[in-house]
């Protein structure tokens, strides 16, 4: 974790992305790419700034040349990438980007 104030649970604006978790129970640790991953696709800037003070730059740099491809819809990807200037990350070894399984 990253110094300065953290809050020991996600924030209660983000819950509602956590459906089929129990929110109170995640670990900040454990849980940490499923909470970068949710609070970057669909957080506030309030959120934003929580995800940062809680993980750090570094870490979400991380998680984005890691697995950000993988779990984040392409614009927020590319978005956060950008932001953060991640030039570098492992890419997807799937051709189908995420969200469109299926042809319309």
Do not use: C
Request: hydrophobic share 40%; net charge positive.
């Amino acid at each position: 974790m990253a110094e300065g104030t953290q809050v020991n649970s996600v924030p209660v604006g983000l819950r509602p992305h956590f459906q089929e978790y129990e929110p109170e129970l995640l670990d900040l640790e454990k849980d940490a790419d499923l909470i970068i991953q949710r609070t970057l696709e669909f957080g506030t800037w309030d959120e934003a700034r929580w995800l940062f003070a809680t993980y750090g730059r570094a870490r979400i740099r991380f998680f984005l040349r890691k697995r950000g491809e993988r779990m984040l819809s392409p614009v927020v990807f590319h978005y956060w990438r950008k932001l953060l200037k991640v030039s570098r990350w492992r890419r997807s070894p799937f051709e189908t980007p995420k969200g469109e399984l299926w042809s319309r």
